[in-house]
């Protein structure tokens, strides 16, 4: 499947110190919707941060296909949404969720 990102490489900025790879939605990068979750797991391999982004409104259908899933820099993730830099620092077994009438991350421990 080739895909069209909603960001061009020559768009990308860097934001952050690199700090490896995390698995996005493709309803982030293809489609451009904002975060809307974002959780930190354990790492698979030396190159994952942990992190996991979606949007949020993936369906159950939509999260088990991987085709709708990218790896990417995490700094790429920041450059579709700012807003979860203040967040990357949290250790492993932190989620956030956007609130959607203030726009703000809440935390959650897992």
Not at 6 to 13: D, N, P, W
């Amino acid at each position: 499947m080739v895909k069209t990102f909603k960001l061009s490489a020559g768009q990308i900025q860097q934001l952050i110190p690199p700090m490896g790879a995390c698995r996005a939605s493709d309803m982030i990068t293809v489609h451009g919707m904002k975060v809307g979750v974002m959780y930190r797991e354990a790492p698979e391999n030396e190159i994952d941060s942990g992190w996991r982004f979606l949007s949020g409104n993936e369906s159950d259908e939509y999260r088990s296909d991987p085709e709708y899933f990218g790896i990417h820099e995490v700094n790429t993730l920041c450059n579709y949404d700012p807003d979860i830099i203040p967040h990357l620092n949290s250790p492993v077994g932190y989620s956030f969720k956007r609130n959607k009438s203030t726009g703000l991350f809440t935390s959650h421990l897992t």
